[in-house]
């Protein structure tokens, strides 16, 4: 059995919608169980990151071109946990308004915030969508992400303006991460 942690931020929905992907995404591979942590409920939940999760994946909304200050206040406050996330798997994820929006510098926060904490970072896997003549919004990794799953959501419809091929993109994270963890389970 693996244990997928997904610790999130939302402030208005949308990036709520896509941890829930990412959740759907991950049980679909068996023997894996989720839980989904918003950070204001983080706290009670430091022994189950520390112990029982074998991969913690991370959502912040980008506000101001990085992850949002109440997911930095969880990250700030994970610094008494250092070195216990030692060899978990890590992901990540994040919305925006704009197409770009400076998502990018979100993920490369993530990323380098699971680096601190030694550990190890599970790409996308996905090809870019919506590069191509024939390509649409309907593209599964429509906004041609790498490093981790982005969403955009108008910043004027509620959790129903996030799309469903960004919702169908996080939960190919969430399954790629499960799958790493049961394999790394595995071996290790
Ligand atoms: C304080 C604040 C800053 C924001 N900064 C950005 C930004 O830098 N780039 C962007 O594209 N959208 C930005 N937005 C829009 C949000 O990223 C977008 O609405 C996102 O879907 C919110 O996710 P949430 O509903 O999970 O909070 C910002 C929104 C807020 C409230």
Redesign the pocket.
Known sequence: MSDIAIVY????????V?AQAVARGAEKVPGTRVKLLPVAEVDGQWDYLNGQADAIVFGA??????A?AQFKAFMDASSKQWGKWRDKLAAGFT????R????LNTLQQLAVFAAQHQMLWVSLGLMPGNNSSTGTEDDLNRLGSFLGAM???N?DQG?EG?RASDQRTAEYLGERVAQAAARWKKGA
């Open positions: 931020h939302s402030g208005y929905g949308h990036n709520e896509i909304p980008t506000y101001m071109g990085s949002s919305t925006s308004a704009s770009s929006g400076d998502k969403a955009q959501a910043a959790a996030v």
